[in-house]
């Protein structure tokens, strides 16, 4: 029951940039509450990747950035690399919902 | 570095119980809000519970409320979800995860529930 809409998948070649879309409603990034982002490596478990809409934690490479607009963000990945090939969430705050926290339905990037 | 280890999963048959625990280092464990995360196989991720420092504030997802608590020992770094009344639903990796300002800040490497006959 996801309420944060992404594309199932996106595709690049090696040195692309690929965008991730997270489209939500007005009861959660609409309502102004921040966005992150999160990768899931094959069998492993999530990191954190953009905290804030658009803040990097150290270690995670100018690479990837975030942006957030009315009520969806997006996830940018520039200068696409092998190991890109993850899957991808966004997460946010639902006011209405019944939990507090909400994530994005996921979008598989695969590096062609 | 922060470390968080998940125990307790396996598999139950459904109306079945388990108690999940995590075993939190490398942080001060009392400072943060904890949750727990889950994902069926093959699925997306859904946030199941948190819990705040001092254990006072509790919230759950509806599909959880009424058969699932978690609580936490701080003296001893840990989290812990009791689980009555398991479903087949429940089935799925169910993740440790703290807490920085909304955002999951750190995550355990998952453990395992399967809710079969």
């Known amino acids: 029951q996801s309420v944060l809409t992404q594309p199932p998948s996106v595709s690049g070649a090696p040195g692309q940039r690929v965008t991730i879309s997270c489209t939500g409603s007005?009861?959660?990034?609409?309502?102004?509450?921040?966005v992150h982002w999160y990768q899931q490596l094959p069998g492993t478990a999530p990191k954190l990747l953009i905290y804030g809409n658009s803040n990097r934690p150290s270690g995670v490479p100018d690479r990837f950035s975030g942006s957030k607009s009315g009520t969806s963000a997006s996830l940018a990945i520039t200068g696409l690399q092998a190991e890109d090939e993850a899957d991808y969430y966004c997460q946010s705050y639902d006011s209405s919902l019944s939990g507090l926290y909400v994530f994005g339905t996921g979008t598989k990037v695969t590096v062609l | 570095e922060v470390q968080l280890v998940e125990s307790g999963g396996g598999l139950v048959q459904p109306g079945g119980s388990l108690r999940l625990s995590c075993a939190a280092s490398g942080f001060t464990f009392s400072s943060y809000w904890m949750s727990w995360v889950r994902q069926a196989p093959g699925k997306g991720l859904e946030w199941v519970a948190n819990?705040?420092?001092?254990?006072?504030?509790?919230y759950y997802v509806d599909s959880v409320k009424g058969r699932f608590t978690i609580s936490r020992d701080n003296a001893k770094n840990s989290l812990y979800l009791q689980m009555n009344s398991l479903r087949a639903e429940d089935t799925a990796v169910y993740y440790c995860a703290s807490e920085r300002s909304g955002y999951i800040s750190y995550w355990g490497q998952g453990t395992l529930v399967t809710v079969s006959s």
């Open positions: 007005s009861s959660n990034i609409g309502a102004g509450y921040d």
């Open positions: 819990i705040k420092q001092d254990g006072s504030e509790k």
